[in-house]
């Protein structure tokens, strides 16, 4: 069983079915890719996932646990946060000012303590903030405009400041999207020290296959809003039902 799973869920807007009878099970720990063709399905499984829609039927479950007809915020409380296709920072802060605003409070939303039972005072949080700045290396720009960065920096920025409320399961909604390819190979080596180094289960929904094959232990194809096939990177590679689906490719 795994840290996410995702039973029987469809969701109709009008006479649409967006998503068909999915399942989903991610492994905890693991890089768990969802693709697909434009219109498969794949951002409105995201945002059941994240509490902005409600599936018609089906279940939700992180850890044991529904999100169905839970807030946002309460997800994030869970330990699941999202990246957006657009970075979402505060482009008329600093670098730094953007790291301090998660560090401020806990993932369950109480204050961050220090080692003896008292809220951080402000230099225990620039300390916090300037660890994750330097694990995102991104301590030179700390005191750089967040709106100058290039689009690799603010999703750098990003990643670093969801990761300061020390989520179990960290989304993203296609990251490397609008990059330059020096930018997007930037994103993979942070992603995957990202898994490697921290105790966190990541799934991502991207188009750039260069992407996916870079960094997902396990891949799940979604055509018109049902799994195709769900399978290790280097079987999803050739499976001529993927071919078709998703590369217009027969035969």
Known sequence: MGILEVKGVNKRFGGLQALGDVNLSVKE????????????????LLNCLVG??????????????????R???????????RVFQ?????????VME???????????GAFEMNAIGSVLSQKDIIAKAEEMLKDMNMADKRHMNAASLSRG??????????????PRLLLLDEPTAGMARADTNNTIDLLKQISDERDITIAIIEHDMHVV??????????????????DE???????????????????
Do not use: W
């Open 29 to 44: 720990n693991s890089v768990h890719a969802i693709i697909g063709p434009n219109g498969a399905g794949k951002s409105t």
């Open 153 to 166: 920096d603010k999703r750098r920025l990003e990643i670093g400041m969801c990761l300061s409320q020390e």
């Open 52 to 69: 902005k829609l409600i599936p018609d039927t089906g279940s939700v479950m992180f850890d044991g646990q529904s999100v169905l007809g």
């Open 71 to 81: 807030a946002p915020y309460e997800i994030n409380q869970m330990g699941i946060s």
């Open 213 to 230: 094959f870079s960094l997902a232990d396990r891949i799940t194809v979604l055509a018109q809003g049902t799994p195709l096939v769900e």
């Open 86 to 94: 657009t970075p979402e920072i505060f482009g008329e802060l600093s």
């Open 98 to 108: 953007n790291m301090m605003i998660p560090c401020f409070a806990k993932r369950d």
């Open 233 to 251: 990177p280097q079987n999803i590679r050739g499976n001529p039902k993927v071919r078709e689906a998703y590369l217009g490719e027969s035969g």
